[in-house]
Structures are given as C-alpha cells and as structure tokens.
C-alpha cells in the first residue's frame, strides 16, 4: 500500500498545479473585469458624447470584436487537462469498491480480536502508533453500511450508534441523523431488539414525518410488540428471543469457528499456557545442525519457545540485507493469498486468509538458493521436495485463522500434484518487527509466538509415523498495527525418509 501514498502525493502535487493555473487564469478575467467596469460607468453616463471621440468610437469597435473574444477563448481555455490525464494514470493502480469493503471488514476484524470499542477506533487511539486519525460521523456511517450490506447486523448496529453518537455531539457531517437512524433501527430489529427499534424509529419519525418507510415500519413493530404482550398475558411462550447485552452492548454473535474465542484470546496475549512447571523444560542454545561442518564454526542461536509439540526459534537466520532483497523480488508477484479447497484441490481466496503471497525460486536470485541452504542445514531436511519460498505480506488486519498445514485424511489429494506426500515440518521466518497484533498462535495447546524480524520458528507437522499432528492446527493473528512480512518453507516426506526415520509407535 506504501505505493499509493506516493500517487496520492503525486496527485495532490498535481492538483496544486492546477489550482495555480486556475487562480492565474481567474486573476487574468479579474484584472479584465474591472478594467470594463471602470470603462463603463464612464462610457454609460454619457454614450453620445463618449462616442463623439472618435478614438472611443474605434476602441469600442475592436474590443467587441477582438478583445472580448480574446476573453472568451481565455475563460474556455482547460487547465484540466495536466490534471486529469495524471489522474487517470494513477486511476487503474486505484483501490476499487471491493478493496474499500476489505478495508472496512479489516477494521471489523480488528475491533473483534482485539476488543475495540468503536469510540476506541473512531479516536485512532491504537497502541504503538506514531499517527493518530480519526474516522468521522461520515466515515463510521460507511463502516456501518458496509456492514449492513453484507447482512452483518452486530457491527452494523456498532457503528450507527458510532456516528449517532458524534453527531449528538454536533459533528458536521453529509450525512443526515434520520439516514443513520434508519439503518439504526432496522438492525437493532434484525438483532431481536424490537422494543428499542421502536423507540429509535419514533425519533426517525420526529425527525422526518414523510420517511417513506418509518410509518410502516413502526406500524410493525407496534403489532409485533403487541402480540408479545398478549403471549405473555395467556402464558405461552413467544418465538422471539430476547437480545442479550452487556453495558447496552449486543453479544457478538456465534460463528463459523468453534475455537473463536481461544484463537483471539491468545491474539491478545490472554490464555497462553505458559506454567512456571513447563517454563523450567525451555532452554536455549547453540544449534549446528547434527554436526553440521557448515554449523560447527558458526552456530546458530536456538530457543524452545514450547515443549510438546517442540517448537523452536533460531536467531539471525536472515540479514536485514537478505530480507530486503527477498522483499524485492516478491512485490512484483504479490498477489492475494488462496488456500486448497480440501474436496476439489483447487487454489481459491478465503475470507479466512487475508494477505498477499508470491512464490520465489532458486535461479530468481542467489540470496533465495543462500537462504534455501541455510534451512536445510539448519532442519537437517532436503529442500529438493520442499515446497519454493513462500513470502506473504500480511497488512490491515491481515489474517489467517486456524488452519493446518499438512493434508488431512479427508483431503488426500491436496498435495498430490507435487508427488512429494505430506507437509512433514515448516520454516516459518519472520522478515519485520509489528508494532502490535500478528503473533502466531496455536489455539490447541495455548501458545503464542510473537514476530522477531531476523528469526525463524521451525516445528514438525507430522510425527515420525506420517501420521498428523492435529496438535499444530496454527493461526496469524490479524496485524494491529504495523506491517507483518514473514517467508515460508514447507518441508515434504520425500527425501526425507532417512534424514527424519520412522518410531516405533503412531506418535513418535
């Protein structure tokens, strides 16, 4: 996104220029103008005797057919066109009305895993951020449309409330109080509040006696409020169910994910399982690799950050020179990340996936076969079946919620194209510090791994039986604040047979 904050400065120069042309050209007219005017309260007081001169007589002649059409040609001159041609250029590299939605939904996303009130949003008041922006009545009604359009009433009743809220308190805005109560009302419906979307539509009506849809609406809820009451006088139980809130807050509804709440728990830095007792089985060290003639010099920095599955993290795996020139070979290819479909194989984008990932190759540059072979001596895998160097550019709000990285039982074809079986370990590299949000979690065994630019974090996916470990069902946090670039390396059964042999048991 860093490129459209440089088309926007260009444009802005753009205008400015514009602008300029524009205040010379009206300056010119002006000048023009009250020359004229002088002219002709004299000229007017007296036609005849200002026309007897016959000097007057000629010079009034030729502006009429010269000068005055000088001035038209002046006034129709178009100093548009420096601008617009420029601003077309920039138009195709634009975001377009999917990518403002993205945008809205990110903030959306944000506001849930990290519980933000809007009023927390809307002020900009993020941690760790050197700017601070607001979001206006305006800019909290198109949040809250977004949200409406995509049949999302729970955010959509948030952000009304937003931009009611700052517009009691007198803030300008486009848009009007009786449009936010519109949309207000109807979602507070929609989440089973009909008491209040009664209350909130009679204020419409205050507002705006000729709304084309509050009468009948309140009319509506009137009956249903009605019929609830009568329910309730002969005792029988009433098909609605009461909203539940807190602090005038309306629960967030159930959703597609069962470990929702433990996922973004440990986004937060809550519920991670870290006891004193397993704390005591981390150590650090120095890493050569099984005695790796490459390592035994320089050894890498190892860390446990768990114990079961053992995970581990490596110090300065990558140079802040090798990760910018990784960086520049994958942001020409960056394109948005897609997941497997497990029943069809087919790549295809997920709502759950939220990023941009390329793929870099060997012969790309040498820095990626360097970086390459440092894995593999590190892992003491092969990376001749290994998957290329995945990078992925995780920005507002990007996300992957929890997901596995090897093939299930019930998808065996996903990696079948490759013929180099299973994803038996990942090299997960983190290519930038975040300022807040992006920890890797693993909401199974309550572990958090927080970004370190320069480090790695390798675990097995697979146990030495082939069989899955269900264990390492991981998730990236959604970025808070900041920018999150990480490369992947996904190491293959294949080649692998004997530098990783089979246990004795199905969980070795």
Not at 103 to 117: E, G, I, P, V
Not at 181 to 207: H, K
Not at 248 to 272: F, M, N, S
Not at 275 to 297: A, D, E, S, V
């Amino acid at each position: 996104m860093t490129d459209l904050i440089y088309a926007e400065k260009d444009l802005v120069q753009s205008l400015k220029a514009y602008i300029q042309e524009e205040e010379s050209k009206l300056a010119k007219i002006k000048s023009w103008a009250e020359k004229m005017e002088s002219l002709t309260v004299k000229s007017t007081s007296d036609p005849e005797g200002y026309l007897a001169h016959p000097v007057n007589a000629y010079k009034l002649v030729k502006r009429l057919n010269t000068e005055w059409l000088q001035l038209e040609n002046l006034v129709l001159e178009d100093a548009t066109k420096g601008f617009i041609a420029n601003l077309t250029i920039h138009r195709q590299f634009f975001p377009n009305e999917e990518d403002e939605t993205g945008a809205a939904k990110a903030l959306m996303r944000l506001q849930d895993t990290y519980k933000l009130d809007p009023e927390t949003i809307s002020k900009g008041a993020f941690p760790g951020t050197k700017y601070r922006s607001v979001l206006t009545v305006d800019d909290c009604f198109s949040m809250g449309k977004t949200a409406y359009n995509d049949a999302d009433y729970y955010h959509t009743v948030l952000w009304m409330q937003q931009a009611l809220k700052k517009h009691d308190d007198g803030e300008e805005a486009a848009i009007t109080k009786a449009e936010i109560l519109d949309y207000l009302s109807y979602g507070v419906f929609q989440l089973g509040d009909i008491q209040r979307a009664m209350e909130l539509t009679r204020r419409l009506v205050s507002l705006d006696p000729s709304h084309e849809r509050a009468g009948s609406n309140m009319r509506y809820f009137e009956r249903l409020l009605e019929k609830e009451k009568e329910a309730k006088t002969i005792n029988e139980t009433s098909d609605s169910i009461e909203p539940t809130t807190h602090g005038g807050i309306y629960e967030r509804p159930q959703d597609y994910l069962p470990e929702r709440e433990i996922y973004e728990a440990l986004c937060r830095g809550e519920g991670v399982k870290m006891t004193p007792r397993r704390q005591k089985r981390l150590f650090c060290r120095y890493h050569n690799g099984n005695q790796n003639p490459h390592l035994l010099i320089a050894p890498f920095k190892e860390e446990d950050e768990w114990d079961s599955p053992h995970i581990v993290r490596y110090y300065d795996v990558l140079s802040d020179e090798e990760i910018e020139k990784i960086k520049e070979l994958a942001k020409p290819k960056l394109a948005r990340a897609t997941v497997r479909d497990p029943k069809t194989g087919v790549l295809t984008t997920a709502n759950y996936r939220v990023s941009k990932s390329s793929w870099l190759e060997e012969n790309d540059d040498l820095v990626i076969a360097k970086v390459n072979h440092r894995m593999e001596q590190i892992t003491g895998l092969t990376v001749k079946t290994a998957e290329l160097l995945q990078v992925a550019n995780y920005g507002m709000g990007g996300q992957y919620e929890p997901h596995f990285d090897f093939s299930r039982k019930e998808e065996p074809d996903v990696f079948k194209h490759l013929g180099t079986g299973n994803r038996v370990a990942t090299f997960l590299s983190y290519m930038s510090d975040v300022e807040a949000g992006g920890a890797t979690v693993f909401p199974d065994f309550g572990a958090a791994i927080w970004p370190k630019k320069g480090t790695a974090v390798f675990w097995y996916n697979l146990f030495r039986s082939g069989e899955g470990d269900y264990r390492t069902r991981h998730a990236a946090c959604p970025v808070l604040v900041g920018c999150k670039w990480v490369s992947n390396k996904w190491f293959h059964e294949r080649g692998n047979e004997f530098l990783r042999p089979c246990g004795t048991t199905e969980v070795d």
